[in-house]
């Protein structure tokens, strides 16, 4: 499957995005023509997924400059980095969002004017896409090094091409092993409350021809139990310098369940959801959504009015909870925060 969730043309400054909250019925293009509509996207969960949530916020602020007529290159920067700001109120979590739009800022400050500054957004944004794509490949090569033919594997939320550049990270494994004949199985969490596990990993994994089985979030312990679960690959959308991790709310528990039933867990990112300037997972920035999500069911009320409601996005996995944190770098095992920090060294010195 090559759907492109963020696809750029560059003839026409339109950001083309798939609208993921149609999926699995209905698959359905929308065209961003301004930063507002790319912030609306990104809020409102029609891109999805750290990876493609970067690249589109990238994209973003192309189209915001690309609109811009200025000649001031220093009130042009400034108002570069306001719109950043500004999309980095569409969703907190997410550190790819961080690094993708600073990315596109520190190019912009490399030009002597403004033209050559648009210019170098672009270059830097298309760049950012093409990056993720060959690392997603990686980090499908690393995670199927630790698999073997016939395994199954649990996974929760959607971590698979669409909420990439192509290939996804959890899920990566599974297309490796499709261009390498080797079968594998998935179990897919449905991922209350918006069900990207049912809508949108089991539609994606029909797509690409993977015997995958859809069970609610509940059944997760027995399905652990009984069904000769190999591991348990989750994608992650902020990774402390400690190795704790931020990933769809459901997953803390399945780190848990993993662990009592001695079955690996694992976390599969790009090295840029690693943010070392966070400390641990109690720094990591909790996003919580609309209570409508939790009470309502594509838009029929499933609880009483008035009911309260408490709807965290995302919850933190431990890192002791995590038998290794798949990377475009290799497997990352043992005392994770000399690893990453060392990781990062290594990058720095390239």
Not at 48 to 61: D, H, K, Q, V
Not at 145 to 163: H, K, Q, R, S
Not at 235 to 247: F, L, V, Y
Request: with cysteine.
């Amino acid at each position: 499957m090559t759907i492109q969730s963020v696809e750029w043309n560059q003839e026409t400054n339109v950001l083309r995005i798939l609208d993921q909250r149609q999926l699995p019925h209905k698959v359905i293009f929308i065209d961003a023509v301004s930063i507002e509509e790319v912030w609306e996207a990104i809020t409102f969960l029609k891109v999805r997924g750290a990876p493609a949530i970067g690249i589109a916020a990238a994209f973003g602020l192309i189209l915001w400059s690309e609109g811009k007529q200025s000649n001031q290159l220093e009130l042009f920067l400034n108002e570069l980095q306001a719109k950043r700001d500004y999309l980095a109120t569409s969703r907190p979590t997410a550190v790819n969002l961080f690094w993708a739009t600073d990315r596109v800022i520190e190019a912009a400050i490399q030009a002597k004017s403004v033209e050559e500054a648009k210019e170098r957004c672009v270059l830097e944004a298309l760049a950012i896409q093409e990056e993720d794509r060959n690392t997603c490949r990686k980090i499908g090569e690393f995670g199927l090094e630790l698999l073997e033919d016939g395994d199954t594997v649990l996974t929760i939320c959607n971590a698979g091409g669409i909420a990439t550049a192509q290939y996804g990270t959890a899920l990566a494994p599974f297309y490796l092993a499709k261009e390498s004949d080797i079968e594998l199985k998935a179990y897919a969490c449905e991922t209350r409350p918006v069900l990207q596990g049912a809508r949108l990993t089991a539609w994606e994994l029909q797509q690409l021809g993977i015997d995958v089985t859809l069970i609610t979030d509940s059944m997760a312990a027995h399905v652990l139990k009984t069904k000769n679960i190999t591991a348990v690959i989750v994608g992650a959308d902020r990774i402390a310098a400690n190795g704790d991790t931020a990933n769809k709310i459901g997953t803390y528990g399945l780190a848990i369940l993993a662990k009592a039933h001695d079955i690996p867990f694992y976390v599969a990112a790009p090295y840029s959801t690693i943010d070392l300037n966070t400390v641990s997972g109690e720094d990591i920035p909790i996003e919580e959504r609309a209570a409508e999500e939790v009470t309502h069911l594509q838009g029929v009320a499933l609880a009483p009015d008035g009911t309260k409601v408490f709807n965290p996005a995302f919850d933190v996995v431990p890192n002791e909870l995590i038998s290794g944190i798949i990377t475009e770098k290799g497997l990352i095992r043992g005392d994770f925060k000399d690893r990453l920090q060392a990781l990062q060294n290594e990058s720095v010195h390239v």
